[in-house]
C-alpha cells in the first residue's frame, strides 16, 4: 500500500480497505457494536466485540457466504439462559464460538446448568484493539468466563485480515485463571448459507475419514452428505463426526466460481458437520470441535472432556479462505 501512496494512484486507504466501528441504531440489536471490514480481496465481514469478537455477516464479491438465521443479529442482553431461549436468539452468523464449559443440549451438571452450546457468545470482549500493519488487518480482544467461588476461563482472540487478500484467520488461547483444574469444552460453529449453499454446491473433504451419524435419521444421508438438495419444508437436521482426517475442508458452488477452505487446529480433532435442507432453515455448518457436543455431563462420562490445568494454556487457529475458481 505504502508503494501505491508513493507512487500517486492511491489518494486514501479507504480506496482499498475498510476498517470501522459502528453502532446498531434498531431492533433487538440495538447499541451493539460492529467492526466493520472491507478488503481490496473482495471480502466484507462484521466483526462482533459484543458477542464474543465472533463474525456476523460475511461477502466475497458481492456474494453472500453466511448462514443468518430468521433471528437476525442479535445482543449479549437478549441472553437468557434457558433450555430453548438459543432457538431464539442464535443469530448464525459465519462464526458462532461455543463453549468455554459446554457445548450441544442444555443439561444440568451437579449444581450447574449449562445452556444450549455454552454461554461463550453471551460474553463482551474487553480490550479491544483494531489496527492495520504491514497490509493486514488485526483485531484483538479478551473475554472471560467467570463464576463465584469457581472457574476462571479467558479467552484471548486476534483476528487478521490481509487487505489484498479475502481470508481471515482467527488465532485462540484459553487460559484457566483458577486455582484447580478446570475442563472445557471449544466448537467453532461455521455456518454457510444460501446462494453459496444450495443445489449447485457441494462440500470437499478428505477421503480418508471416519464418519458417525449422530442420529438415525443421519444415518440415513451417508451416501449424499456432501451435496445439497432444494429446500424442503419441515425436514429434520442431519449431523455427522468426521474423524481422522485431514484438518482441511471445502465448500463449492462451480455456478458462482467460489470457493470457501476451511482449515484448523491438530488440538481439534473433531469436525462436525451440520446439514440443515428445510426450507427457511437452509445451512451447512462446518464446526471444528474438541469433543462430541455432547453437553457437559455427558461429555465427562463419555471420557472427552478436556482439562486446564490451573494457569495452562491450550491454542488454537481456524482459518477460512475465499477465492474465485
Not at 201 to 212: D, I, N, P
Request: aromatic share 10%; hydrophobic share 35%; with cysteine.
Amino acid at each position: 500500500m505504502k508503494k501505491l501512496l508513493k507512487d500517486g494512484y492511491l489518494c486514501h486507504p479507504q480506496q482499498l480497505f475498510t476498517l470501522r466501528r459502528v453502532t446498531i441504531a434498531e431492533g433487538k440489536a440495538k447499541g451493539t457494536e460492529i467492526v466493520e471490514v472491507c478488503t481490496a480481496g473482495g471480502l466484507q465481514a462484521d466483526i462482533l466485540p459484543d458477542a464474543g469478537l465472533d463474525i456476523g455477516q460475511v461477502r466475497y464479491k458481492g456474494i453472500n457466504m453466511a448462514f443468518i438465521s430468521k433471528n437476525g443479529y442479535d445482543s449479549p442482553v437478549t441472553f437468557i439462559p434457558y433450555e430453548n431461549e438459543f432457538l431464539n436468539t442464535f443469530p448464525g452468523g459465519m462464526l458462532y464460538t461455543c463453549g468455554l464449559r459446554s457445548t450441544g443440549p442444555a443439561n444440568r451438571d451437579g449444581d450447574e446448568w449449562h445452556p444450549l452450546h455454552g454461554r461463550y457468545h453471551s460474553l463482551s470482549a474487553e480490550h479491544v484493539s483494531t489496527d492495520m500493519e504491514n497490509n493486514v488487518i488485526t483485531i484483538k480482544g479478551t473475554m472471560r468466563e467467570t463464576s463465584l467461588f469457581g472457574h476462571v476461563l479467558e479467552l484471548k482472540r486476534t483476528i487478521q485480515i490481509p487487505i489484498f487478500g479475502a481470508e481471515i484467520i482467527i488465532s485462540d488461547e484459553v487460559t484457566n485463571l483458577g486455582h484447580g483444574n478446570e475442563e472445557y469444552a471449544l466448537l467453532y460453529h461455521c455456518n454457510f448459507g444460501y446462494p453459496l449453499v444450495c443445489e449447485n454446491a457441494h462440500v470437499e473433504m478428505s477421503k480418508e475419514r471416519k464418519t458417525t451419524p449422530r442420529t438415525w435419521f443421519a444415518e440415513t444421508g451417508l451416501g449424499s452428505s456432501m451435496l445439497f438438495d432444494f429446500p424442503v419444508p419441515g425436514e429434520e437436521e442431519r449431523v455427522f463426526f468426521h474423524e481422522e482426517m485431514e484438518h482441511r475442508a471445502a465448500l463449492v458452488n462451480e455456478v458462482l466460481g467460489v470457493k470457501v477452505t476451511l482449515t484448523w487446529s491438530e488440538n481439534l480433532p473433531i469436525l462436525a458437520h451440520w446439514r440443515s435442507m428445510a426450507s427457511g432453515d437452509y445451512v451447512c455448518g462446518l464446526e471444528p470441535t474438541n469433543c462430541y457436543i455432547m453437553g457437559r455431563k455427558k461429555e465427562r462420562q463419555n471420557g472427552t472432556l478436556p482439562v486446564l490445568a490451573p494457569f495452562q494454556t491450550v491454542k488454537t487457529e481456524i482459518k477460512f479462505l475465499f477465492e474465485k475458481i
